[in-house]
C-alpha cells in the first residue's frame, strides 16, 4: 500500500516522447507507468500496474455482486477451435500464428468465446444447471495493421471477458440487462464519461451488440447521438434518415455527354455545371468472392459495415482499380449503373431521385437525367454513412457527432457458438435445446487510456481517487532536517494504519522538482512537509485544485479521511 521513493523503481521524463501521438499515451510514458517495448506492445511499470490493479478490483467487486464467476483460459490455442466456429477466417491477418514441435497450427488467442463454450459443455446437461455467468482478465493479441494512440490501439491487452448461460431468451435478456448495469457502475466508479451506443456485431456475430464508449477529442470511433431522444450509436450501424418525399418532377430522355480527363464527383459537376446534388455515384465492391455495385447519391459515401450485413458477407473490399476496368469497360471514374452484369445495390435515397447524373461505363463519358427504370437492381437499402446534416432518424432532431474510445462491449450471441460446438441442454420437456449465449468485453488498458484521455491538466494525469496508484504523497522539502523527515514518517505511518495508500517521496531532490513529478503522476492528494514543521504546521493540497490549506500535522489524517469520503 505504501512506497518510500528513494529507493524504489520510480522515474519521470520532463519531454513529450516523440513516437507517442495521444495525451494518453505521452503522459503514461512520461510518468514511467507504461514504456513501448515495440510497436503496440508496452510493459506495466509499478505505478502504471498499480492503476491497472485498481481498475480490476473495480471490476472483480461488481461482477462478484452479480455472482459471476472468475476462471483463467490459456492464451494459447488449437486454430482448429476457431476454425470449428468458423472464425479463423472472420479474423484473418489479424490472428497471430504459430506452429509447435510437431507442426501443429495454434493461435494467440484474439478473443475466448470458443473456449468459454467448451468450458461450460461440462457443467450445462439439464435446464437445472441454469443459467449462470463466468468470466475472465487476461491477454489477448491481434496483429493490428497500424498501432497507435497509446494503449488504444494495441497488439497485447488486457481484456475482461465474461460469458452468461441461459434457457432461453428471456433468461439472455435477463443476463443481458444484469451485465450491463454492471457494467455502467463499473465505469462510473471509475471516473469516465461514457456514452452507450448501438454498434455492429462484427466478427462476434450474434443478435445485439453495444459499446461503452468514452468521450474523447482522440477516440478512433465516431459517435452519433441525438441529445433530444437519447438516441446514440456508433457512425458503422448509424441509421439514416427515411426520406420519403417524392418529387413531381418529369422525366427527361438520358442523354450521354462527354466528359474529357474529369472523372471525380466535383470535376464532373464544374465541368457539367451541375449540382452535386444531382450526381449518383456507383462504386464496385468485392464482397466474398462476388463483386455487386453500390449506388449512393454523389455527396455521399457507401457505409462498408451496412453492405457487409445485408449481404451477410464475412469480407466487403473496394474492387481493385483492374477489376473496375474488368467490370464497366472504363477507366475508374467513369462506372455507371446501366447495363452492368454485376448485381446492383442502390440506397434508399437514391430511389426518390430522377434525372440524375452517373458515369456511363465508358472513359470520359457520363449520363445525364439517368432514372430507376434506366437500369437493373436487385434491392435497395439504406447501405450510405450518416452525415452531420442528417437528423435524427428516430425523432428527426440535430444530430451531435463527437469520437469515442470503445472500452466496453455486450454481445447478445445467441446460439451461433452453441451449435458450433454442440451446447445443448435438456428442457422440462426433455427436448435438447442449444444454450442462448451473452458476450461481455472490457479494455482494462483502454480504460486507465481513456481516464487519462479525460482527467488531465498541463502538468500531468488527474487520477480519480479510486484508481489512483497512490491516494496520497508527502513531500518532504528538505530531507536533511531531521524535524521534517520525522513529521513525515510520522505521517506516512499513520496513513499505512489508517489503510490510506502513501507515497513519501524522500528524494534528495529539489521542492519543485517533487512538486512537478507528484502533479504528473496525478497523486491526488500532496502533503507538504516544510519549515513550518516547527509549528507542527504542514500543507495539504488536492491535485484537482489550484489553492493549499495549512493545517496542524495531527489533524492531518481527519481531513485527508474527510476527502476521500467526499469523493
Keep these: ?168 431468451e428471456k433468461g439472455l435478456n435477463d443476463s443481458y440487462n444484469e451485465m450491463y448495469n454492471a457494467y455502467k457502475k463499473i465505469f462510473t466508479r471509475l471516473g469516465i464519461t461514457f456514452a452507450i451506443v448501438k454498434s455492429d456485431t462484427g466478427a462476434m456475430g450474434g443478435a445485439l451488440s453495444e459499446e461503452f464508449q468514452a468521450i474523447t477529442d482522440i477516440g478512433e470511433d465516431k459517435l452519433v447521438i441525438c441529445d433530444d431522444c437519447g438516441y446514440a450509436s456508433n457512425i458503422d450501424v448509424a441509421s439514416c434518415p427515411t426520406i420519403t418525399e417524392i418529387t413531381d418532377e418529369k422525366l427527361n430522355t438520358r442523354e450521354l455527354i462527354k466528359t474529357p480527363a474529369v472523372g471525380t464527383i466535383k470535376e464532373v459537376s464544374v465541368y457539367l455545371n451541375e449540382s452535386e446534388d444531382k450526381f449518383v455515384k456507383t462504386l464496385i465492391y468485392k464482397v466474398d468472392d462476388n463483386y455487386y455495385a453500390a449506388l449512393v447519391k454523389g455527396c455521399h459515401e457507401v457505409n462498408e459495415s451496412k453492405l457487409k450485413k445485408l449481404l451477410n458477407a464475412e469480407e466487403v473490399e473496394l474492387a481493385s482499380a483492374e477489376k473496375v476496368e474488368e467490370i464497366t469497360g472504363a477507366r475508374v471514374g467513369f462506372a455507371g449503373p446501366i447495363g452492368l452484369e454485376v448485381p446492383v445495390i442502390i440506397d434508399n435515397e437514391v430511389s426518390n431521385m430522377k434525372n440524375f447524373i452517373t458515369g456511363a461505363n465508358k472513359t470520359d463519358y457520363h449520363y445525364k437525367n439517368v432514372n430507376l427504370e434506366d437500369f437493373n437492381y436487385i434491392m435497395t437499402s439504406d447501405i450510405r454513412l450518416i452525415t452531420e446534416n442528417d437528423v435524427c432518424p428516430n425523432c428527426g432532431k440535430k444530430l451531435v457527432f463527437k469520437n469515442g474510445i470503445e472500452i466496453g462491449n455486450t454481445f447478445k450471441l445467441g446460439t451461433k457458438y452453441s451449435e458450433s460446438f454442440n451446447l445443448t441442454y435438456f428442457n422440462k420437456q426433455n427436448e435438447n435445446m442449444y444454450v442462448p449465449m451473452g458476450c461481455y468485453g472490457i479494455g482494462i488498458g483502454r480504460c486507465l487510456a481513456s481516464v487519462v484521455e479525460q482527467n488531465n491538466d498541463e502538468n500531468g494525469i488527474i487520477w480519480p481517487m479510486e484508481i489512483a496508484p497512490f491516494k496520497v504523497a508527502i513531500v518532504v522539502v528538505n530531507t536533511e532536517d531531521e524535524a521534517q523527515m520525522d513529521a513525515a514518517n510520522y505521517l506516512y505511518n499513520e496513513l499505512r494504519k489508517n489503510g490510506i495508500s502513501t507515497i513519501l517521496d524522500d528524494r534528495e531532490e529539489r521542492v519543485g522538482i517533487k512538486f512537478n513529478d507528484m502533479d504528473l503522476i496525478g497523486i491526488p492528494i500532496r502533503i507538504t512537509v516544510g519549515n513550518k514543521i516547527n509549528d507542527q504546521l504542514v500543507e495539504i493540497k488536492e491535485r484537482k485544485k489550484s489553492t493549499f490549506e495549512e493545517i496542524s500535522m495531527y489533524d492531518a489524517i481527519n481531513k485527508i479521511e474527510d476527502i476521500i469520503d467526499g469523493e
Excluded: W
Design 1 to 168: 500500500l505504501n512506497v518510500k521513493l528513494k529507493n524504489s523503481y520510480f522515474y519521470t521524463l520532463r519531454e513529450d516522447p516523440k513516437d507517442e501521438e495521444s495525451t494518453s499515451g505521452s503522459l503514461l510514458t512520461r510518468s514511467g507507468m507504461i514504456k513501448k517495448t515495440s510497436s503496440g506492445i508496452y510493459m506495466y511499470l509499478p505505478l502504471g500496474y498499480k492503476v491497472l490493479k485498481n481498475i480490476e478490483k473495480i471490476i472483480r467487486e461488481e461482477l462478484e455482486n452479480i455472482d459471476c464467476g472468475e476462471l483463467l483460459m490459456p492464451a494459447l490455442v488449437t486454430e482448429e477451435t476457431f476454425e470449428q466456429s468458423g472464425r479463423k477466417k472472420a479474423f484473418g491477418k489479424d490472428m497471430f500464428s504459430l506452429k509447435d514441435r510437431y507442426d501443429k497450427n495454434y493461435c494467440l488467442a484474439p478473443t475466448h468465446e470458443e473456449l468459454f463454450t467448451i468450458a461450460a459443455q461440462s457443467r450445462i446437461k439439464s435446464y437445472k444447471d441454469l443459467p449462470f455467468s463466468i468470466y475472465q482478465i487476461q491477454d489477448k493479441f491481434r496483429d493490428e495493421a497500424r498501432s497507435r494512440y497509446g494503449l488504444i490501439r494495441v497488439r497485447e491487452f488486457l481484456m475482461k471477458d465474461a460469458y452468461s448461460f441461459d434457457m432461453d
